[in-house]
């Protein structure tokens, strides 16, 4: 049995491993990447108020940091005030760094995040934790609390839609393109 | 298209996100680390341990102060309201958690007897309360309150119309005063369909 010291220094080991990843994945799903500082620290304080609920395999805390996540940016923030402080450095360095970006990809980025808003949210969503994220249908299953059976049913309607959608919307760009260079 | 097409597309439309990865990586094992060490397990140790001294203090003072200290202890230890409810809505169910805390007034000083006695009655009401006598319920948000949970899913609204019950309790039995500040959390977690 652990100590509940060694209890926290597993919890502190996973959220600063996991903390990079996670923030990722909230910037790829905000309008505005401060607004990722903000549900990383609440994720962070809904997992310690849970610490009692850490599953002891590495990769399965892993995802259950992700499903934690998933729940927090499901809900919306309502970070409390202690958190919104902590992450005040993070949020500004995301703001500065949002100034500094070029997107050579751009056109192909809004075709993409076009064809995603067609879907239902939890279609767009278990595409987005396996093309973005990286998990495995699987893995993404389990980070949305659904069967495996369930993703695997709406990953193939999500992959239909987006095969018609994406083919539309890659004519149209390049018919636009196409008539700029000439 | 094809199937490597469309995963060649998802796959570039990811967005960049951010220009500077490394400072951001290190800001977010920076928040971790900040987070751990404000960890609300750390903290409640420290509270017990903080609050046991107090107790043995009253102790030594009287006989009063004898029968206030273990309910002082628990009022305390954890959030002053807490309660959690399952919904289950178009065949989803949710588990939904609601903890209501009276903190220091950051602007108040901490030896301020004032809103020391304020802060005292304000945690002793909170704990009172009984979870079960409060039924969600959606007519009692505000219009203000229902414009924010509008996109939010229906059992967001159902919890957090448990804390504007609370609430309302607490702001009618005139407790919201000098010292006070109170601090919610909410969440929900979806257990899926099937």
């Known amino acids: ?12 080991d996973l959220h600063e491993a996991v903390a990079p990843d996670l923030l990722r994945y909230f910037v790829r799903r905000v309008t505005s990447p401060e607004d990722a500082a903000d549900l990383l620290a609440e994720s962070f304080y809904v997992a310690w ?13 892993r995802m259950w940091m ?30 500065v760094s949002r100034g500094d970006i070029h997107d050579p990809e751009a056109g192909v980025r809004d075709l993409v995040r076009d064809a995603l808003a067609t879907l239902p949210a939890d279609q767009a969503e278990l595409v987005r934790l396996i093309h973005w994220d990286g998990f495995t249908l699987i893995e993404a299953a389990r980070v949305m609390s659904v069967k495996e059976s369930t993703a695997r049913g709406r990953y193939q309607r999500a992959r239909l839609t987006l095969r018609v959608s994406l083919a539309e919307s890659v004519g149209d760009f390049s018919a636009q393109v196409t008539s700029k260079v000439r | 298209m094809t199937d490597d097409e469309v995963d060649l ?9 951010t220009s500077d990865a490394d400072a951001l990586d290190s800001g977010a094992r920076r928040l971790a680390r900040s987070m751990a060490a404000e960890a609300p397990g750390s903290l409640r140790v420290h509270r017990i341990k903080m609050l046991i001294g107090s107790v043995v203090a009253l102790l030594l003072v009287g006989g009063t102060a004898a029968t206030a200290g273990p309910a002082v202890l628990t009022l305390f230890a954890e959030p002053e309201f807490a309660d959690s409810r399952t919904f289950t809505i178009d065949g989803r ?33 909170l704990h009172n309360i009984d979870s079960a006598t409060i039924e969600p319920d959606l ?35 005139g407790l919201f005063r000098y010292g006070v500040s109170i601090e919610g959390h909410l969440e929900c977690d979806d257990e899926g369909t099937e």
């Open chain 1, 1 to 12: 049995m652990r100590t509940t010291d060694a209890a926290h220094r597993t919890m502190s």
């Open chain 1, 66 to 95: 992700f499903a934690i996540a998933h729940n927090v940016l499901r809900n919306g923030m309502r970070a409390a005030r202690r958190q919104a402080a902590l992450a005040a450095e993070l949020r500004e360095a995301l703001a």
């Open chain 2, 9 to 17: 597309l998802l796959e570039a439309g990811a967005p960049v996100g």
């Open chain 2, 139 to 173: 007519s009692v948000l505000s219009e203000n309150e229902r414009e924010i949970t509008k996109d939010m899913p229906e059992e967001n609204a159902l919890i957090q119309s448990v804390g504007v019950q609370v609430m309302d309790r607490f702001y009618d039995a």
């Open chain 1, 49 to 61: 108020r849970k610490k009692s609920r850490l599953p002891v395999d590495a990769n399965e805390q």
């Open chain 2, 93 to 125: 169910t949710t588990s939904c958690s609601i903890t209501i805390q009276v903190v220091k007034d950051s602007l108040v000083r901490a030896d301020d007897p004032r809103a020391r006695d304020n802060i005292y009655a304000a945690r002793e009401f």
